[in-house]
């Protein structure tokens, strides 16, 4: 059709955010009329990609907002929009990106307990069509003895042509599989399909408007897809490809190991009202889940200290009676000595080493220390050297006006994990759940040993509790699998296990799956480097920063340390959109000066960058190529930047730059 023809161009903005795509919601303006996410699962590790086309009706261009969700441990690796061009040079194709896409705010936020969110907006030209298509990768976590797929979705509109497939593939096999969530409730549970491998729900337009959380903007909710694998009691799953390996390590038939527990529980002013009343229902609930063979001591503290017993006791019933009766009679008062509480729960630990046991310091407070020592980095400290890493410290963070970043070091520092208790009526059913996940101590002193291994994550725990799973990937040593052993080794109550026998768990996944465990082990290392890094300070911290970030560039990870660069068309600010951090509120930003079209890093990640005005780099490709496009497709590439400027090119389909 000669310069006339029609060029598809597809822009392809690598790093960005994903999980929903939702517009503006007057649907005379707009007709989204195809809604589709897939989900491919392949041994515990998700991948999942969201395809909404939306058609603009109007004679006029219009604005629509761009509007995504996906769970906090999720990267986004990828995002493209792809629409048509009626022109056909590469100058005119430039000038038509700029008329028919105008990318508009944006900013990203953690949104309730397990989603963050992103929102832009885009104007598009009158009658143009725009498919924009989203990817994000996580690995899933097993904790109470199952994996949940967490997939929302909100169109804002009922769509014709609206499809959820989730695809789970198991070489261990699949034990169980169940769908619930939002919208698995009537009547939108009879557009679900569950086969042993494959979830998938096709709602019509009338289910779509008829659900609990439906109506004339369609649905709004979530579906989990909730599994399990067949296990054994072995060494586990482990499987190899293309010279890298993952290993995934659940044993379950064990016995139990007794532990010591220390609750140490804050009481001051602050918890006052429905707080103190959820902690002390959640406390006597707890209580009532300890075993007889379990010991446990209870502390309370505001600026002072105060003692059920001074001493940890044996979970007896007569003990158990004592201790509750001390629960319902904790009233708020005072101000925060997290400092000295810490230590005195650390210290009745440390003074009860009961062989054949597994010892756990648990923290809640809702706040920041105001008595006693009050300097963070000193309580850290001193905290540390008290535990000395001989038990793991939890740290519950009631609400959002606590400090969690101090609580999320603190724990780090002490092998344990810090949580986030949100304010509503099921707190202390949040808090039941959490210790529900560490009930069960069945190894201490785990260590993961690959002889022919390298470039591991990590392989030490001091924990492993029933229900969960550890996982550890890593390189195989020039690749051979001959001589590639793996073992662990564990103390289970009073007495040492070994688990090997590598010739029947070690598999190879052939062709298909090489970059699948590439990108395990390396979503692997960069959550581990994230937490290393929060761990550190001075030179240390900035190399292991450093390497965190160089990895999630060379693998398309949106993390805290990369953020996405929305070059837009001249006259408008850039947006650069990072991931949020847990509890992060809304996050924009724009150049100082309004000054348009410049690429660089948000200062909310922390660094400098350089600036670079996208507006030359257009000029420059237009001068160096003046070619006839005619219907070839073609890629304008965003590129996640870090200290470096953001480069942007056009590459045909044959990789050839231009």
Not at 262 to 281: A, L, N
Not at 284 to 290: A, P
Not at 346 to 360: K, T, Y
Request: net charge neutral.
């Amino acid at each position: 059709r000669g310069i006339m023809g029609r060029a598809v161009v597809q822009i392809t903005l690598i790093g960005l955010l994903f999980a929903l795509a939702s517009t503006l919601p007057n649907k005379d303006d707009w007709d989204i009329y195809s809604f589709h996410i897939n989900s491919t699962v392949t041994s515990r590790y998700a991948t999942t990609v969201i395809t909404s086309r939306v058609a603009n009706r109007m004679n006029e261009s219009k604005e629509t907002e761009f509007h995504v969700r996906l769970p906090k441990n999720a990267f986004i690796s990828k995002f493209r929009i792809h629409l048509q061009i009626k022109n056909s040079t590469l100058k005119n194709i430039l000038q038509d990106i700029q008329q028919c896409v105008h990318l508009h705010k944006g900013f990203s936020c953690s949104v309730g307990r397990t989603l963050e969110e992103f929102k832009t907006s885009v104007t598009v030209a009158a009658h143009k069509k725009v498919t924009f298509e989203l990817t994000y990768e996580e690995l899933m976590k097993r904790t109470h003895g199952k994996y949940e797929l967490q997939i929302h979705a909100r169109p804002m509109q009922p769509v014709r042509d609206f499809k959820v497939d989730v695809y789970i593939h198991e070489e261990a096999g699949i034990s169980f599989i169940d769908v619930k969530g939002g919208l698995s409730t009537y009547p939108l549970a009879y557009a679900i399909t569950k086969t042993h491998a494959w979830v998938y729900f096709y709602p019509t337009v009338y289910q779509q408007k008829m659900c609990d959380s439906c109506g004339d903007q369609g649905m709004n909710g979530d579906l989990v897809i909730v599994y399990d694998v067949n296990r054994d009691n072995g060494l586990g799953h482990i499987k190899k490809s293309d010279g890298y390996f993952v290993h995934h390590f659940a044993p379950s038939d064990l016995p139990r190991i007794p532990k010591n527990v220390v609750f140490v529980i804050d009481q001051s002013g602050s918890m006052h009202g429905r707080k103190i009343e959820q902690t002390r229902i959640a406390l006597i609930h707890i209580l009532n889940d300890l075993a007889e063979d379990d010991h446990f001591g209870l502390i309370t503290f505001d600026d002072r200290i105060s003692y059920w017993k001074r001493e940890l006791v044996q979970a007896n019933r007569k003990n158990l009676e004592s201790a509750k009766n001390f629960a319902r009679n904790i009233e708020e008062r005072g101000s925060t000595d997290i400092h000295e509480a810490v230590l005195q729960g650390a210290r009745m630990l440390n003074a009860h080493n009961r062989e054949g046991s597994a010892s756990i310091l648990i923290l809640l407070t809702d706040g920041d220390p105001t008595s006693g020592v009050t300097n963070l980095e000193k309580i850290q400290s001193n905290v540390r050297q008290a535990i000395a890493g001989k038990f793991p410290l939890y740290c519950l963070g009631f609400g959002f006006d606590v400090n969690f970043n101090f609580l999320e070091k603190m724990s780090l520092q002490n092998n344990g994990v810090a949580r986030r208790i949100y304010e509503d009526s099921d707190a202390d059913l949040q808090l039941k759940g959490f210790y529900e996940e560490v009930a069960t101590p069945l190894l201490t002193d785990v260590t993961m040993i690959y002889v022919g291994g390298t470039n591991l994550t990590q392989t030490n725990f001091s924990h492993y509790y029933n229900g969960s799973e550890i996982v550890v990937a890593g390189e195989i040593t020039d690749n051979n699998i001959e001589t590639f052993t793996p073992q662990v080794v564990a103390i289970s109550s009073n007495r040492r296990i070994i688990f090997s026998n590598p010739s029947e768990t070690v598999e190879s996944t052939g062709t298909v799956s090489d970059h699948h465990i590439q990108r395990v082990w390396a979503y692997l290392t960069v959550k581990q480097l994230l937490d290393k890094e929060l761990q550190l300070s001075g030179p240390e911290k900035e190399k292991v920063k450093k390497e965190a970030m160089e990895l999630s560039l060379k693998y398309s990870f949106v993390t805290p340390l990369t953020s996405m660069v929305v070059t837009k068309p001249l006259g408008e600010n850039t947006d650069v959109l990072h991931k949020p951090k847990e509890g992060e509120t809304s996050q924009r930003w724009q150049p100082p000066g309004g000054q348009p079209n410049f690429a660089h890093l948000a200062p909310a990640c922390g660094y400098s960058g350089q600036w670079v005005h996208s507006g030359e780099q257009i000029k420059s490709i237009q001068q160096h190529s003046p070619v006839q496009l005619r219907r070839r497709s073609y890629n304008l590439v965003t590129r996640l930047v870090y200290r470096n400027t953001c480069c942007i090119w056009i590459t045909n389909p044959h990789g050839r730059h231009h």
